[in-house]
């Protein structure tokens, strides 16, 4: 089977090599009707009922009329409450709504010319005309996707703005900004913008957007991270080991910490670093951490793969569960290791198609996936992943 190419549509007339080495992660791109169709998958009301679940993480920022200028409150939320907010100049932002309506999760696919451990989640905004969360600037890259209605969108990429917040409000909102580059984004727009740029969209009428956002991990998160995983791996021998001196001279001032003392504590330091090999393993447990894997639906009775296989024909499709992370490496001894909230799978040589195939895609029609049963190894790590809840079967249309 051939994963899915990127969708040039996505891009407009820019194709992903241009894009990549020119604009990704370097300059803002607008794309008009680069997704025609974004706003089918979900309504306002149903964005709301989503907003009034308490597994949701869910937001409403109100300009105007709240307790105080840019006043912030979170979800969950009755539903009588937006019955009373006003008629203008508030927005509710929905996080991780690709966990919660399947389409949207499709909707990540569409950029699959990124690393997908990279995603971090599609969140959605609604807000009334007006409606605004200020200028502000993200340290991550985002896709904004225009659903129905209008928004205006300002950028600024060349201020530093960090020392320039508004006081008194739990968001980072810029106090000063000046607009460098304007537009207005109809349904089906989509503009990129790159970490640091800073950004400010007005909605002009009743408006949804749908947020592309990617995880960019600190270098103080992936050390401590790292840090973290070396200490929880050491065993008392690792306590043993002392500190040796290098070759000492006598004339050599007793004060001086020594080129040759550094050199030895840079070498015990970097002992506990690890190879190449260990860092790509570590990395991959790492990069396929769920924010929260508690959600995962696990089937209650195991299947076989003739069941499954079975499963997903009266189905029409597999898809993969939002709850789990899926990346994958090829180790050193020709192997390939596929890894799921943080799990790993060793596959051999014959079954090492799998890991592209897992990773590159949400959806596995049935027509794309019974020819793959015919192996038995397939069958069963397919089925234990199933059983695991990292697979689930659609509700049909």
């Known amino acids: 089977m051939h994963s899915h190419k990127p969708l040039q549509t996505v891009l407009g007339d820019v194709t992903t090599e241009e894009f990549l080495a020119t604009y990704w992660q370097k300059r803002p791109l607008l794309v008009r009707n680069a997704i025609p169709d974004v706003n089918l998958t979900l309504s306002p009301d149903e964005l709301a009922g989503l907003a009034c679940d308490e597994s949701v993480e869910s937001r409403i920022i109100l300009e105007k009329d709240g307790n105080t200028p840019w006043e912030l409150q979170c979800g969950p939320f009755d539903e009588a409450l937006f019955e009373q907010l006003p008629a203008t100049h508030w927005t509710l932002l929905v996080q991780e709504c690709n966990k919660h309506v399947p389409e949207l999760a499709l909707l990540l696919d569409k950029f699959n010319f990124i690393p997908n451990w990279r995603v971090d989640d599609v969140m959605v905004s609604y807000a009334a005309p007006q409606g605004s969360v200020g200028p502000h600037q993200d340290q991550y890259d985002v896709f904004l996707l225009q659903g ?24 980072r909102i810029l106090a000063h900004f000046e607009t460098e580059q304007q537009w207005t984004l109809a349904p089906g727009d989509m503009l990129y913008l790159p970490p640091g740029v800073a950004h400010h969209g007005v909605a002009q009428n009743d408006c949804m957007t749908f947020s592309v956002g990617f995880r960019a991990p600190s270098h103080y998160d992936l050390l401590s991270a790292f840090i973290d995983a070396q200490f929880s791996t050491m065993h008392d021998e690792f306590k043993q080991p002392r500190y040796t001196d290098p070759a000492l001279h006598h004339h050599a001032p007793s004060g001086l910490i020594s080129d040759a003392t550094v050199q030895q504590i840079k070498q015990i330091i970097n002992t506990y670093l690890g190879d190449d090999e260990h860092i790509r393993h570590w990395f991959a447990r790492y990069a396929s951490e769920p924010k929260n894997d508690a959600d995962l639906t696990q089937t209650t009775a195991a299947l ?17 569960s939002e709850y789990a992370r899926f990346v994958y490496i090829d180790t050193q001894d ?50 234990n992943l199933f059983n695991q809840g990292f697979f689930y079967l659609p509700e049909p249309l």
């Open 334 to 383: 020709n192997t390939t290791s596929l890894f799921i909230n943080r799990q790993e799978y060793k596959l051999n040589a014959e079954l090492a198609f799998a890991a592209p195939l897992i990773c590159e895609q949400r959806s596995f029609p049935y027509a794309v996936l019974q020819p793959y049963f015919s192996n038995p190894a397939f069958a069963e790590l397919l089925c």
């Open 304 to 320: 076989s793969g003739k069941s499954l296989l079975q499963a997903i024909k009266t189905n029409g499709e597999l898809r993969r």
């Open 148 to 171: 129905i209605g209008h928004r205006h969108w300002q950028i600024n990429t060349q201020t530093n703005h960090n020392e320039n917040l508004v006081a008194n409000t739990d968001l």
